[in-house]
T-cell receptor, first 113, second 112 residues
């Protein structure tokens, strides 16, 4: 079945630095969504990418969907302490049932002031 | 404000006991989902439902049961057959297929 892998599992970042987290699927995806979960909280939707090669920006966050629609990335510039949390990608395979969104294990981000 | 309410926030289960986690939404969403989250892991789908009186098994449905008698409610029962129930349980809903998922605050279930 479809698997969604995220790397790295942990990311320690100095405040002000940039970093990127990657999401890779074993199969072609219909779309990919990104969520952020603060410590002790619940996942909150950030963005959805649908088109091959799509790039979307939200302030300091840049999301990209690969040309083959099998991978995605989230790049954060000038990291702030408010960026602390776990970032999940989630995708639905082109042959999956409508309800089956596969989540990656997440990248846990720790920011050092 | 519209949202998803999960209760209780913390729940303890005794051996051999069934427990039910509540999930209510007033977003008028058609689809609802239950996920299990274990430390250091992503969310794994337990059950999902598109309409009232209809639901499908997710990837880890064994030891769990659900009902969808009302559009706004999707309770999850963790049965005694689930041998490792300690986890964080999240309920979510979407307006339609492919839409972003809205999550409740979750229920932490532990074994006594």
């Amino acid at each position: 079945g479809q698997q969604v892998m995220q790397i790295p599992q942990y990311q320690h970042v100095q405040e002000g630095e940039d970093f990127t987290t990657y999401c890779n699927s074993s199969t072609t995806l219909s779309n990919i969504q990104w969520y952020k979960q603060r410590p002790g909280g619940h996942p909150v939707f950030l963005i959805q990418l649908v088109k091959s090669g799509e790039v979307k920006k939200q302030k300091r966050l840049t999301f990209q969907f690969g040309e083959a629609k099998k991978n995605s990335s989230l790049h954060i510039t000038a990291t702030q302490t408010t960026d602390v949390g776990t970032y999940f990608c989630a995708g639905r395979g082109t042959t999956d049932s409508w309800g089956k969104l596969q989540f990656g294990a997440g990248t846990q981000v720790v920011v050092t002031p | 404000d519209g949202g998803i309410t999960q209760s209780p926030k913390y729940l303890f289960r005794k051996e051999g006991q069934n427990v039910t986690l509540s999930c209510e939404q007033n977003l008028n969403h058609d689809a609802m989902y239950w996920y299990r989250q274990d430390p250091g892991q992503g969310l794994r789908l337990i059950y999902y439902s598109q309409i009232v009186n209809d639901f499908q098994k997710g990837d880890i449905a064994e030891g769990y049961s659900v009902s969808r008698e009302k559009k706004e409610s999707f309770p999850l029962t963790v049965t005694s057959a689930q041998k490792n129930p300690t986890a964080f349980y999240l309920c979510a809903s979407t307006r339609r297929v492919g839409q972003p998922q809205h999550f409740g605050d979750g229920t932490r279930l532990s074994i006594l």
